[in-house]
Nanobody, 128 residues
Framework: QVHLVESGGGLVQAGGSLRLSCAAS????????MGWFRQAPGNEREFVAG????????YYADSTRGRFTISRDNAKNTMSLQMNNLEPEDTAVYYC?????????????????????WGQGTQVTVSS
C-alpha cells in the first residue's frame, strides 16, 4: 500500500505562483508513473500533469502546459507541481496519484480510473 499526502495549497491572486508537494509513505514509488489531477465543484476530476522518471517524458493538460511544471525526487519519494501565472480557472482541489494500472501510460496517463492510490487533496484558490 502507498499513502500520499499533498501540501502547499492556499489562496493566491491571479498571476501568482504556488508549489504543491506530494509525499509518499509505505511502498516506494520510485520509477513508477505519477500524476496530478484537480477537481472543481460540480466537475469531473481533470488531469493536470504526469511523469514517470526524471529523464522520461512529462505530460500536461492543454490548460496547464507552459505554466505548470511537474517534478519528482525519487530518493525522497516526493513529487512537486510548480504552478506559475495562476488563473481563477485553476481553482480546484488538487490531488496526487500513483499506482498506475493501465497497460499504456503514454496513451492513458490522463485517465483518473487508471490510478489506485490518491492523496486527500489540497485546496488551491485563485482570486481575481
Amino acid at each position: 500500500q502507498v499513502h500520499l499526502v499533498e501540501s502547499g495549497g492556499g489562496l493566491v491572486q491571479a498571476g501568482g505562483s504556488l508549489r504543491l508537494s506530494c509525499a509518499a509513505s509505505g511502498r516506494t514509488f520510485s520509477s513508477l508513473p505519477m500524476g496530478w489531477f484537480r477537481q472543481a465543484p460540480g466537475n469531473e476530476r481533470e488531469f493536470v500533469a504526469g511523469t514517470t522518471w526524471g529523464r522520461g517524458p512529462t505530460y500536461y493538460a492543454d490548460s496547464t502546459r507552459g505554466r505548470f511544471t511537474i517534478s519528482r525526487d525519487n530518493a525522497k519519494n516526493t513529487m512537486s507541481l510548480q504552478m506559475n501565472n495562476l488563473e481563477p480557472e485553476d481553482t480546484a482541489v488538487y490531488y496526487c496519484a500513483t499506482g498506475f494500472q493501465g497497460l499504456d501510460y503514454e496513451r492513458t496517463h490522463d485517465r483518473a480510473r487508471n490510478y489506485i492510490y490518491w492523496g486527500q487533496g489540497t485546496q488551491v484558490t485563485v482570486s481575481s
